[in-house]
């Protein structure tokens, strides 16, 4: 073998060392990253199943919450419902009350008024149970009228506690 031959062998074997080192190299190398974006993978797979935990958890809490203010304003309707419904009734045996005559508004007449031209006298008689003020009878007619307007402040009153009650359930950071 000539000197070039040889010179050119030790190139070629030298080329070739070169290159099976090189694709060591690349293998090592890939081996390394491949670990590394096993690692980093298993890595954000933990965030991921970490935060649907959370996310899960907080989703819970939140259902809980809502079925809490549910049955608090379940409970409330209920008890708004009956005390419209109990007022209902009171007002209804009131209004028969006064059709059948059981029951008589009066109201109070200043005796001393003599402008009004009623002359409903200041004492009792002698024949009447009642004592104390001068009252005047009301006609039946306007005895209901009067009732059905108390029965209708009533009912707004009720209504206006319902929706008061309603918005403190569900802020109860509002509270006089």
Do not use: F
Not at 46 to 69: E, V
């Amino acid at each position: 073998m000539t000197p070039v031959q040889r010179l050119i062998s030790v190139l070629v074997l030298a080329g070739l060392l070169i290159a099976a080192g090189a694709g060591v190299a690349w293998k090592v190398q890939d081996w390394r990253y491949g670990k590394q974006l096993a690692e980093q993978a298993r890595l954000h797979q933990d965030d991921l199943a970490a935060i649907s935990s959370a996310a899960a958890t907080q989703q819970r809490a939140d259902q809980d919450k809502r079925l809490a203010l549910e049955q608090r304003l379940s409970t409330a309707d209920k008890s708004h419902y009956q005390e419209l419904t109990n007022a209902q009734k009171y007002q209804a045996r009131l209004r028969d009350r006064l059709a059948t005559a059981d029951l008589r508004l009066s109201v109070l007449v200043d005796a001393a008024d003599t402008a009004s031209g009623c002359a409903v006298p200041a004492t009792p008689a002698t024949v009447g149970v009642v004592h104390g003020a001068a009252r005047a009878r009301l006609d039946p007619a306007h005895a209901q009228r009067i009732i059905g307007i108390t029965d209708d402040g009533d009912q707004g009153l009720i209504a206006l506690q319902a929706c008061q009650a309603y918005v403190r359930a569900i802020n109860p950071g509002l509270s006089q």
